[in-house]
């Protein structure tokens, strides 16, 4: 097991009260596949990320349970220095604003190179040469000219291309994607998929994809963790997931999206809105938008039931999954 992540969760202090922004959130990750996280916004898939990563804002943010097992290490209980070894050569996370991310003054070469010098202790030439040789293997073209310019003068994919070589310059175990293909066309957001799920298979490393669209993980993903108000609500191989959800969310999620076999049917959606974290409903967070919300939902909080499917293990935070399974 790579990752283990177990009963993990993370509140802010914040002026409206104590918002629980992850609430018992468990996931495992192996050597050479890909857990997607979906959920819509501020349902704690970036949060929970960046308390694996150990880059969480504290405070106000502050991790209140739960461990992070990465290779049977604990990171809750290193010191930072002990951390930020980890982060970086062993765990690296490319974030979805790429513009933001990257230094606007220097160039991206000399960015992609701090990693071997302040890591391996690489002289600056040497550095930057294998940030050419990381530009190329990211299929940005004429890498040698380009490694000499700015973030400014690269497009949103080969921005965040950049951001790809850059997580996997010290080769580490386990890459953390959070909405790699946010505002980028369709074209590019494939192409971007399709370079991930490559080098994991070259690499062979663990790969954790946080999106809420449905479509860019369809065909990368090996299993789906759909979660909802700072929980996960279903958890499942991604084909069993997307054949027969166990959760009237993610059942909704995927009505949600537009098929071409529906054409001029109105499109469906969820009523209502998430919740605010400083007052999650009591029971189930989803029972105010379930069209199955019965009084059981309004009181009891339903844990992650167990699916039967033949050689794939499911879970579903449903009281009456095995209807919605049903359809």
């Known amino acids: 097991m790579l990752l283990d992540v177990r009963d993990l969760h993370v509140e802010f202090r914040t002026r409206d009260g104590v918002a629980r922004a ?3 959130v468990s996931y495992r990750v192996d050597a050479g596949e890909t857990l997607a996280v979906l959920g819509e916004s501020g349902s704690g898939k ?3 990320a960046q308390a694996v990563m ?3 804002d504290t405070p106000p943010g502050r991790i209140t349970g739960g461990e992070v097992l990465f290779r049977g290490r604990d990171l809750l209980k290193l010191k930072e220095d002990e951390r930020r070894r980890v982060r970086g050569a062993e765990m690296a996370m490319i974030f979805q604003d790429a513009l933001s991310s990257l230094n606007p003054v220097l160039p991206v070469g000399d ?6 010098v302040v890591h391996r202790g690489m002289s600056r030439k040497d550095a930057r040469a294998r940030a050419v ?3 190329d293997r990211v299929r940005i073209p004429a890498a040698r000219e380009r490694a000499k310019q700015y973030p400014h003068q690269f497009s949103g994919g080969m921005r965040q291309r950049i951001m790809i070589a850059m997580a996997l310059a010290l ?3 386990l890459i953390i994607a959070d909405e790699p293909t946010t505002a980028l066309d369709v074209t590019v957001q494939a192409q971007v998929m399709d370079l991930l799920a490559e080098l994991r298979r070259e690499y062979r490393m663990g790969l954790i994809l946080i999106t809420h669209d449905l479509g860019v993980v369809a065909d990368v993903a090996d299993r789906i963790a759909v979660m909802y108000a700072g929980r996960i609500v279903e958890s499942a191989p991604v084909h069993d ?3 027969a959800p166990a959760h009237p969310y993610t059942r909704g999620l995927l009505d949600s999206v537009p098929r071409l076999d529906l054409k001029g049917r109105e499109l469906h959606a969820i009523k209502g809105l998430p919740p605010g974290l400083t007052h999650i409903p009591p029971g189930c967070a989803f029972h105010p938008r379930c069209p199955m919300a019965r009084d ?3 009181t009891d909080v339903p844990p992650l039931y167990g699916v039967a499917e033949p050689d794939a293990a499911r879970g579903s935070a449903c009281h009456f999954w095995r209807e919605c399974l049903d359809g």
Do not use: K
């Open 133 to 135: 040789e990381l530009m």
């Open 46 to 48: 970036s949060v929970t």
């Open 54 to 56: 150990g880059i969480l």
């Open 171 to 173: 080769e580490p175990a």
């Open 241 to 243: 997931l997307y054949g």
């Open 296 to 298: 059981v939902c309004r």
């Open 111 to 116: 960015q992609l190179g701090e990693m071997f």
């Open 22 to 24: 992850v609430n018992g």
